[in-house]
Every structure is written in structure tokens, then in C-alpha cells.
């Protein structure tokens, strides 16, 4: 028998709920997030060990530590459930691929939706469902997803159709590229729902927050025996099983021979919503070696700034890149990092987003920044150097990455030519090509068009990358969704729909 984990509110430290109170409730009754009240850690022994488990047993053995109110079954059964084989592309669903100038590559998109958001978003229904059995087991459960375009189709592909869930996702209209938006509009299922927003992914995602705290539609919902959950990295359950893609990947260097044991290795993430580069931060503090962790950001540079300064600042423009799934200025996330690297102080998280929400900005103390130096880097690339960054790669090495990627693998760069740091370096592989096959096409020189079909078949041509069944198949499904409105309106529609 494991040792019980709880989780505590970062708004409210005195709030304690176990694990499947924690991932069936999404977010604390006061706004804040949840996080691990005590960290697990592992030996250099037991890590070592990882290298002869399957991806879905490494899931397992993260697991246990931290969902202790779960049956070890429980716990099997979901990551089987999750981690099956034939869900990913030669049933390897995190594999690491060393580029030919010795950068590794953890390549997080071979799964059913094509991103990086599979890794978490095939596993959270998993969670969820036994989560809702043990605290709510007469209660549907009603997803409310604000996405930047792959959380949303993740999400959708993960609950279809899964039993006392009903999943609503909303999208900013024109901030998603057309292969994104093809994948959510063809949603097959009958618990789903898709809706696009007037306004950008900050306009969605403050909707669903004040949604998820607003108490008439809530006890609306607790009439027809539903309540609200969310699949967005705020859930606890989303950010979890990314933490074990870190103990994987170190792993897999451990077997291929590139490392050795105790050897610490930099991480470079594109960073959005701050979920992904979290569960690294994670790992580390769980006994994985680890170096820098380096923040890479497109134009809307909020944490690079924040990083570099302690301010974060989030009055300046909104800009639609090429990498629309970090087009973001509140990352979420973050306030569960300065949680831990304020030692835990409720009251500070509570002043910093009271400031965020009212002024929009607010300033860390220098402890604090200091602490978040000591761990992290972070550096931002524009749209033309992320093209400029695929069309050299490929060229040079024959590696095809994907926009939101090479903000990262630019990031990296300038970051080892200004520190010199040449320690052994994974970077978070977060997106299939195809997914953004037009920006990808003109970045390796060919000429696009408006059919995104076409622009996938002319980038297959050229790039010999094959194309992902589940994305060729899109182009002969039916679109069901075309409903779109003001941010304004995502209570009524919400309240709408589950009438
Ligand atoms: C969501 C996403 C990101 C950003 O990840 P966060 O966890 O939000 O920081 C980066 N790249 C791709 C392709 C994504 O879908």
C-alpha cells in the first residue's frame, strides 16, 4: 500500500482532496489549481528499471504514486486502455529520434489526433471516468474545452462517445488552421459538441473559466444530475501523464547507450498554456537529471519576458502565428509553478492573479525569480525565423518538424550559441507535420493553395513523410458543426445544449 497523496488548492492551501476529487472536479471551488501536496522521487536504480518497461507500464509506475485513492487494476486498466498499441503510429506512442547534429527529439504526435494533447487526452477519459465512479457515480460529467486547436479534437477524440460524459469544445474562428478545424468540425460521436468563438483562444478560455465558477448555471447542471469538468491543462489529469513521457524519454537514452545514468539532459519545450514544460519541471523535482528546461515561446512572448524580468505582463497585442497552439498571454499553468517556487504560499498566488486579473500584470519578488532562473531559460522566435528554422532543418538534416516545433528547435539554438551549454538536449516534438501542412510547405519552398488536401498531397511529395491515415481520411468525412458566436454568448449556448 502506497503512502496517500492529497492535493491542495494554490488559491487556498488548507483545501485537501484526494486524487479523483482533484481530476472529477477540475479546478478548486476559489479558482485555483491543484497540485501535489508531496512529490514522489525515484532512484537512479528505478529509473534505470524503466528501460525494459513498455510505454504503458512506465505510465503505471508513475501512476500509482500519485493516484493513491486507485486500485492498482484501476490504474492498469486505464493505462491499457490509453497506451494501446494500435492507437499510435507503430504502437510507440513516445518515441525519441536523434537528428543528425545529435539533438534527440521526442516526438509526441504519433497518436489518434496527430499532437502532442493525445498523451494526455487518450489517458484523462480513463481517469476521469473512475475518478466520477468513486465521488459521483450517478453524475454525467460535462467537458467544457477551450482549445487553440489541438486540445480540442484530442479532447473530442478522447470522450467520444465514453459513457456519463458530454464534451463541448469552443475555438477562436479564425485562429486555427483548416486541418485543425476540419478535425473538429468532422467530430463523429453523440456526446459531442463543437462551437467557434469571435475573439482569440484568451476570449475562449476566460469564457470557460467564468462558466465553471458561475453558480446558476452550476446548480442548473447539479438538477439534471450533471457537473462540470474540464480536459484543459488546468485538470490535473491532463497534466500527469505528461509527466511520464520525461521518465520515457530519459529511458530510451539510458537503452540506446546516448547517455549515461545520473547524466543530466536539458529539455526544450514550445510552450503555450506552460501544462507541458510543468510536467518536466515535475520530473525533475522526482529525481530525473535534469539541466535547463528551456521555455520557448513565438511572438506572443509573455513568459519569455516573464522569465527574463519577473514581471508578467499581458497588456500588449495578440498575435495569430503559425504556431496558433501557443498563441496565448495567460498561461495557466504558471500559477501552479509559482505555487511551488514561492514555498507553497496560497497568499502570494492569490495577490499575483488578484493583480493579473484587475491590471493584467504583476511582479514576482526577486527570491522568487531567482528560483525560477536557476531552472528555467526561455527565448521566443517570429514567424519567419520558425520558416526560415523548417526549410534549413530539412534541408540540412532531412528532419521535417512542424511549426510549433521549430519554435522550439530555433529557441535551442540561440539559447546553446549565447550560453555554450552543449549538455545533452530533448526537444518536445509536439505536432505532426501535416497538421500544418500549408506553412510547412512554403517553409521547405513548395507552393501552397487553399485546399489543404492538396497542400498535404504537394508536401508529401516533397518531404516523402507519409501521411497520417486518420488526417487523408478527413477529406471525405462531413462537416457537423458550423455553429459560431460572440464570447458573450457561451453561457446561453452552454445552458443550450444540455437542455
Ligand atoms: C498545446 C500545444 C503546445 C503548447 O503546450 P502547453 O502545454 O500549452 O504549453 C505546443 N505545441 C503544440 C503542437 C500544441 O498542441
Known amino acids: 500500500m502506497n503512502r496517500e497523496l492529497y492535493y491542495q488548492s494554490t488559491r487556498d492551501a488548507s483545501v485537501r482532496v484526494t486524487a479523483s476529487q482533484a481530476i472529477s472536479q477540475g479546478i478548486s471551488d476559489e479558482g485555483g489549481l491543484f497540485v501535489p501536496c508531496r512529490l514522489p522521487s525515484y532512484t537512479k536504480e528505478e529509473i534505470a528499471q524503466m528501460q525494459q518497461m513498455s510505454y504503458a507500464n512506465r505510465a503505471a509506475f508513475v501512476l500509482k504514486d500519485f493516484l493513491t485513492d486507485f486500485t492498482q487494476e484501476e490504474i492498469r486498466a486505464c493505462v491499457d486502455a490509453a497506451y494501446a498499441p494500435e492507437k ?33 487526452l487518450q489517458l484523462l477519459p480513463q481517469l476521469l471516468t473512475v475518478s466520477l465512479r468513486k465521488q459521483h457515480p ?32 469552443f475555438y477562436p474562428q479564425d485562429g ?61 489529469g491532463r497534466l500527469l501523464p505528461q509527466i511520464v513521457y520525461y521518465f520515457s524519454a530519459y529511458a530510451d537514452l539510458l537503452a540506446a547507450g546516448k547517455i549515461e545514468n545520473g547524466d543530466r539532459i ?122 526560415e528554422t523548417i526549410g534549413r532543418i530539412f534541408r540540412e538534416e532531412g528532419y521535417l518538424c512542424d511549426t510549433h516545433t521549430a519554435v522550439a528547435v530555433k529557441v535551442y539554438e540561440d539559447y546553446r550559441a549565447r550560453t555554450g551549454d552543449d549538455t545533452p538536449t530533448v526537444i518536445a516534438s509536439t505536432a505532426n507535420p501535416y497538421k500544418f501542412a500549408d506553412h510547412v510547405l512554403a517553409a521547405i519552398g513548395g507552393e501552397t493553395c487553399e485546399d489543404e488536401f492538396e497542400n498535404v498531397r504537394r508536401l508529401n511529395e516533397r518531404s516523402g513523410l507519409a501521411v497520417p491515415q486518420q488526417l487523408a481520411d478527413l477529406a471525405e468525412r462531413t462537416v457537423r458543426f458550423t455553429r459560431s458566436i460572440d464570447a458573450g454568448q457561451m453561457k446561453d449556448t452552454v445552458l443550450s445544449l444540455l437542455s
Open 266 to 387: 536539458n529539455v526544450v519545450v514550445p510552450t503555450g498554456n506552460f501544462g507541458n514544460i510543468l510536467a518536466a519541471y515535475y520530473a525533475g523535482r522526482m529525481g530525473l537529471p535534469l539541466n535547463k528546461l528551456i521555455c520557448a515561446s513565438n511572438a506572443n512572448n509573455v513568459l519569455t519576458d516573464f522569465i527574463t524580468t519577473g514581471t508578467y505582463d499581458r497588456n500588449r497585442d495578440f498575435h495569430t502565428t503559425v504556431s496558433p497552439s501557443m498563441d496565448i498571454l495567460v498561461s495557466s499553468n504558471l500559477e501552479r509553478l509559482l505555487f511551488h517556487l514561492s514555498g507553497g504560499s496560497d497568499l502570494s498566488v492569490r495577490t499575483w492573479m488578484k493583480a493579473l486579473s484587475e491590471t493584467g500584470a504583476y511582479t514576482v519578488d526577486p527570491a522568487t525569480l531567482r528560483d525560477v532562473q536557476a531552472r528555467f531559460a526561455a527565448g521566443f522566435c517570429d514567424d519567419a525565423e520558425t520558416a
Open 88 to 120: 499510435f503510429e507503430n504502437g510507440v506512442p513516445a518515441p525519441v529520434v536523434t537528428r543528425k547534429n545529435g539533438t534527440h527529439m521526442l516526438e509526441l504526435w504519433h497518436g489518434p489526433t496527430c499532437a502532442f494533447k493525445d498523451m494526455a
Open 138 to 169: 450517478e453524475t454525467t460529467a460535462v467537458i467544457l474545452v477551450a482549445t487553440s486547436g489541438d486540445t480540442g479534437k484530442a479532447a473530442l477524440e478522447g470522450f467520444k462517445d465514453v459513457d456519463h460524459t458530454r464534451i463541448l469544445v
Open 176 to 236: 486555427v488552421s483548416p486541418m485543425q478545424k476540419r478535425q473538429m468540425t468532422t467530430q463523429a460521436g453523440n456526446n459531442v459538441d463543437v462551437c467557434a468563438i469571435h475573439g482569440n483562444f484568451d476570449d475562449a478560455q476566460t469564457g470557460v473559466k467564468k462558466i465553471f465558477t458561475d453558480s446558476e448555471i452550476r446548480d442548473e447542471l447539479a438538477h439534471h444530475d450533471m457537473m462540470f469538468s474540464s480536459a484543459n491543462s488546468i485538470n490535473w
